[in-house]
């Protein structure tokens, strides 16, 4: 076997131009015996007690004698015996030729064969070598080339299609990747910057002084906490994207009681109406990535208002599924501007004129709702504001890892709905 791996070709192209003529050698020599068999069975036979008397010579005399003596029986027992063994020649050559030409004819046409093959193979798999040069060009810097193959709808171009498709899925997240990278490194420079300019000021004057020294630990102090809550924001993000996740039992009605009463000095200050409709929605999850999740969307409800403006949250349980909705008032939001908000570092300031936040609360949300299988939809509401809702399945799968997705109809149904209330539940208290 492994003479036979050394000896055999390493090219697909090869390989199958040598087993179209090994085929069609098998084949042909199967046909090529049926046929002379057939012949031989059908071609008249010497009995096998007679034996030769006549040499070619005299067989040629007798010939010529019994055309001129056809009267004498004896001449006429003597032809008789003549023109049988004449026949039997006459069988054998005919099937010495018949052998001979054909197996003449099989080995050219063997050849043929390879060479047809080789061809054929060559055109088959020519897709397959522009994958190849296309995967050997591809990199991290170069994954805009596209194969585009067109012809028949087969095997062949359904894989050039999803290497296509692949290729696709790769840009999109390199790009997104050095995006990211981009992002965090401005804004993990900017508290940096902060604290460097605060030091370098206060050292710059001649004698500063304890109010100088203080304003400057304060400016530090708060430099340091917006970089600790990048560092933990992008850590979280991190977590949740590799998709390895506990299983345990969680509440969304206990985190976001939770989450409500984090926020309450926040909500006091800004004097904004909170209504809390928390029924049970158990679910099984990772339970620090779901209380961050529901901790940045309350989060985001609050920062992201107008004072004396309004909360309303909601969890509860429809079906297979558990379901959590928060609804904030707030300036205008456009509606081709909501999906960039699930983008990392996205935020419009235009709308909502804040500058604090580390622009990773809303895709935290997302990347710990596509972990665990659920769903996250948003839209802006036509007096202001933003209503999230997140469709969470009540069970992980049992290897830890994501759940099946949602029926998309369940997610309509829950934003639907639920107690055939939810017009009333959105309004502007």
Not at 119 to 142: K, M
Not at 147 to 155: H, I, S, V, Y
Request: glycine share 8%.
């Amino acid at each position: 076997m492994k003479g036979l791996g050394r000896i055999w070709p390493q090219k697909v192209r090869t390989r199958l131009a040598l087993l179209y003529a090994v085929l069609f050698l098998i084949s042909g020599s199967a046909l090529l015996g049926l046929t002379y068999g057939l012949v031989a069975a059908n071609l008249p036979a010497k009995p096998a007690s007679s034996a030769s008397r006549f040499s070619p010579q005299q067989l040629a005399k007798l010939s010529v004698a019994c055309k001129l003596q056809q009267s004498d029986p004896g001449m006429v027992a003597a032809c008789k015996s003549a023109f049988t063994e004449g026949g039997e020649t006459v069988r054998q050559r005919a099937l010495n030729s018949l052998l001979t030409f054909s197996l003449v004819g099989l080995g050219v046409m063997t050849v043929a064969s390879g060479g047809l093959g080789w061809y054929v193979s060559g055109r088959v798999l020519r897709p397959v070598r522009a994958i190849t040069e296309t995967a050997r060009r591809a990199s991290d810097q170069h994954l805009g080339e596209r194969l585009a193959l067109t012809g028949a709808q087969d095997e062949l171009k359904e894989l050039a299609d999803t290497f296509d498709e692949m290729l696709e899925r790769l840009d999109l997240a390199f790009a997104a990747q050095r995006r990211f990278v981009a992002n965090a490194s401005h804004e993990l420079r900017t508290p940096l910057t902060v604290m460097r300019t605060a030091i370098d000021v206060t050292l710059a004057k001649p004698s500063p002084t304890a109010p100088q020294l203080k304003d400057m630990a304060v400016r530090v102090r708060r430099s340091i906490d917006r970089a600790e809550t990048m560092v933990e924001a992008l850590l979280t993000l991190a977590v949740s994207d590799q998709g390895k996740l506990s299983t345990e039992f969680s509440d969304l009605a206990t985190w976001a009681e939770d989450a409500i009463d984090a926020a309450a000095p926040e909500i006091q200050r800004l004097d904004l109406h909170v209504v809390a409709e928390l029924n049970p929605a158990e679910t099984t999850g990772d339970p620090q990535l779901l209380e961050r999740m529901i901790s940045n969307l309350v989060d985001n409800a609050v920062r992201h208002n107008e004072p004396g403006g309004w909360i309303r949250l909601r969890t509860g349980s429809k079906d297979a599924a558990a379901y959590l909705e928060i609804a904030n008032s707030g300036p205008l939001v456009p509606d081709d501007a909501v999906p960039s908000l699930f983008e990392p570092f996205r935020r419009l300031e235009t709308r909502t004129g804040v500058r604090d936040g580390v622009g990773l609360g809303l895709s935290i949300a997302r990347s710990v709702v596509t972990a665990h299988g659920a769903t996250v939809t948003a839209r802006s509401q036509p007096a202001g504001g933003l209503d999230v809702s997140v469709l969470l399945p009540r069970h992980l799968a049992a290897n830890g890892g994501p759940a099946l997705p949602l029926d998309p109809a369940l997610n309509g149904q829950v934003n639907g709905g639920v107690d055939g209330h939810d017009a009333e539940w959105r309004k502007q208290p």
